[in-house]
């Protein structure tokens, strides 16, 4: 069965701290996304890794992805409120992405 | 540019109706997909499309039809509506190949009473 697992699932920190979600999965894949979700919203884009080793940086957001450990994490730097969301990673096997259940990050001041 | 276009935004069934979630994307894109977000849980895949007039189903196909019968357009019809389909649905493309992620529509939210 294909599985991705998020963890942790609820994470509420402070601003200024760092904090890594992490994405397992079940099997094979090269391609790997992460995407963020406002309450009420749709999904919006934030990394495609394609390849092993693979480490992409946007802002305050750093995500990797280690296809032998079938692992992709996502790291944030120095947190602000404004990455309040939950975030979810998604993993693509033959155009049909299987979802880890997302994790809901609440920043506070 | 539109992007990925759903309608409607909002809708209320009563159980054993039928409707079509309309999907439409205007950047050519070849791969196209539907999937279910329920509260708490990931999306789930409920059908895909590698291009015109193919089709194929997802994680949990059952009570849903597709066609693609041009590249843009890819409907969801449920076919007797029940209310374990209240959920909000997200219609995805994206092009072959390259880095590009999923592009969503803005996503229906179906309640069936």
């Known amino acids: 069965e294909l599985k991705v697992e998020q963890n942790p699932l609820f994470l509420s920190m402070q601003e200024g701290k760092n904090y890594t979600i992490y994405c397992n999965y079940s099997?094979?894949?090269?391609?790997l996304y992460w995407y963020r979700q406002d309450p009420g919203k749709s999904l919006e884009s934030l990394f495609v890794?394609?390849?092993n080793g693979a480490v992409k940086q946007e802002g305050r957001l750093m995500a990797s992805l280690d296809t032998k450990a079938r692992l992709s994490t996502l790291h944030i730097t120095a947190a602000v409120h404004d990455l309040s969301a939950t975030y979810f990673c998604?993993?693509?096997?033959?155009?049909?992405?299987?979802w880890g259940a997302g994790t809901k990050l609440i920043i506070k001041p | 540019n539109a992007g990925v276009t759903q309608t409607p935004k909002f809708q209320v069934l009563k159980t054993g109706q039928s409707m079509t979630l309309q999907c439409a994307q205007d950047?050519?894109?070849?791969?196209m997909s539907w999937y279910r977000q329920d509260p708490g849980m990931g999306l789930r895949l409920i059908h895909y499309?590698?291009?015109?007039?193919?089709?194929d189903q997802g994680e949990v196909p059952n009570g849903y039809n597709v066609s693609r019968s041009t590249t843009e357009d890819f409907p969801l019809r449920l076919l007797s509506a029940a209310p374990s389909q209240t959920s909000v649905y997200f219609c995805?493309?994206?092009?072959?190949?390259?880095?590009?992620?999923?592009?969503f529509g803005s996503g229906t939210r179906l309640t069936v009473v």
């Open positions: 998604a993993v693509d096997i033959n155009y049909q992405l299987i």
């Open positions: 499309s590698v291009g015109a007039g193919i089709t």
């Open positions: 890794l394609l390849s």
């Open positions: 950047m050519n894109h070849e791969y």
């Open positions: 099997t094979t894949s090269d391609r």
């Open positions: 995805a493309s994206r092009p072959p190949g390259g880095g590009y992620g999923y592009t």
